[in-house]
């Protein structure tokens, strides 16, 4: 346990940004699954209004660190083509 009071600060600081962060990565999980479920249903203009939305949270994400820049791009490369892919051979 912490005994300095700078130690038991960040303590409480700790247990904010991790409960803050797991919300954000639960969010984030959840957009992807939306999208991807969406494009399996064939809701292509569905899935390209959530987009948007999804690029924004990867975005933030990657900005306060959750997440490296690269991952973030990585993903949002991939599932703007899983939804164009999907748009063009339907």
Not at 70 to 87: C, D, E, Y
């Amino acid at each position: 346990m912490a005994i300095t009071k700078s130690a038991k600060k960040a303590l409480r600081q700790n247990i904010k940004r991790r409960k803050i962060n797991i919300q954000r990565k639960k969010n984030l999980k959840s957009l992807i699954k939306e999208v991807r479920s969406l494009v399996l249903q064939k809701k292509i203009e569905e899935a390209k209004k959530l987009l948007p939305k999804l690029y924004k949270a990867l975005d933030k994400a990657a900005k306060v660190g959750l997440i490296k820049k690269n991952t973030a791009s990585r993903k949002k490369s991939r599932l703007t083509k899983l939804v164009l892919k999907t748009k063009t051979t339907k």
